[in-house]
């Protein structure tokens, strides 16, 4: 996808919302809209949005999870398991 080709100015999102809306939808293709001659936004379908929004949440995850190793926050598995297994009362 060349998002050079999606760029819009915001009165073609004014006078074209239904084209807009079926870009975005249909090809699941993001549009940027500009303002002056800038990018200000993009115009993004709903599930684009929330595969995009799951894999920087993934993302977070594991990054907490490596500085924690980097920290030396770290337990051996058999440590960690032995001590669910006693919550759990096995």
Same mark, same amino acid.
């Given at each position: 996808?060349?998002?050079?080709? =999606?760029?819009?100015?915001?009165? @073609?999102?004014?006078?074209? /919302?239904? !084209? %807009?809306?079926? =870009? %975005? =939808? &249909?090809?699941? =293709?993001? %549009?940027?809209?500009?303002?002056?001659?800038? /990018? &200000?936004?993009? %115009?993004?379908?709903?599930?684009? @949005?929330?595969?995009?929004?799951?894999?920087? !949440?993934?993302?977070?995850?594991v990054?907490?999870?490596?500085?924690?190793? !980097?920290?030396? &926050?770290?337990?051996?598995?058999?440590?960690?398991?032995?001590?669910?297994?006693? &919550?759990?009362?096995?």
């Amino acid at each position: 996808m060349n998002l050079k080709e =999606t760029i819009r100015p915001i009165t @073609y999102l004014k006078t074209n /919302a239904a !084209d %807009v809306l079926s =870009t %975005v =939808t &249909k090809a699941h =293709t993001p %549009v940027i809209i500009t303002h002056n001659g800038e /990018a &200000k936004m993009v %115009v993004q379908d709903i599930e684009s @949005y929330q595969k995009l929004k799951q894999s920087l !949440d993934m993302l977070r995850l594991v990054a907490m999870g490596k500085k924690q190793v !980097d920290e030396g &926050k770290t337990r051996p598995a058999h440590e960690v398991f032995k001590a669910i297994e006693e &919550k759990l009362g096995i």
